[in-house]
């Protein structure tokens, strides 16, 4: 590595209907997340839901290391299937996942003849599992209509689910109860790896 580590860096993942430079609620928390960039703390962009997991986690451990405080926040297909492939695709690098946000995360069969139990919350609901190196978890889900967040697993435990009022799934993204929930978990992460000063306080809740 030619620069020394980020001690922090923060991605988020869009999901299934929505396009990278749209103007959507995963662009607009990672506006108010982009207050937090420092020479030692880097904010990627928004990725696509289907982001190359493999390439986005080669690329990530060439600019972390060990101790590294890795934060991630991901909407529907891309916390069910973008997320948790890097989450996993990282721990093979070695790299731990200090949060990883998941905004009604909704699974994704690896097959398509599976792509149905998107839908499923019920008979048949699959779960999403994800990898021990992540180290903590936020669900934050609707129950308004489908898809619907399916159960999360970490560490052979279902993740409590906290609900969000008045939403449904496709406006649970640009709601602002969760643009200040994911702001105010991952601002946290961060402030574990930086002095408190170097943290923005703009949206934080204290």
């Not at 109860?177 to 934080?204: F, G």
């Amino acid at each position: 590595m030619s620069q020394p580590a980020f001690d922090a860096v923060v991605v988020g993942y869009m999901g299934f209907t929505e396009t990278v430079g749209a103007n959507t609620g995963i662009a607009a928390i990672w506006s108010a997340l982009r207050s937090l960039s420092s020479p030692r703390v880097f904010v990627h962009s928004p990725l696509a839901w289907d982001d190359n997991a493999e390439e986005r986690a080669a690329f990530l451990a060439s600019v972390t290391d060990a101790d590294s405080v890795i934060a991630i926040y991901a909407y529907s297909w891309g916390a069910g299937w973008g997320a948790t492939r890097l989450c996993e695709a990282l721990e093979r690098r070695g790299r731990r996942v200090a949060l990883l946000v998941m905004i009604d995360p909704v699974y994704r069969s690896p097959l398509l003849i599976g792509r149905f139990r998107s839908l499923m919350n019920r008979v048949w609901a699959p779960v999403i599992t994800l990898p021990d190196s992540v180290e903590r978890v936020v669900v934050l889900a609707q129950g308004r209509d489908k898809p619907q967040a399916h159960d999360v697993i970490l560490r052979g435990r279902t993740v409590p689910v906290e609900y969000v009022a008045g939403v449904g799934h496709r406006t649970i993204d640009n709601d602002i109860v969760v643009l200040q929930d994911v702001y105010h978990e991952v601002s946290t992460a961060v402030r574990d790896a930086l002095k408190p000063s170097a943290i923005n306080p703009q949206l934080s809740e204290n």
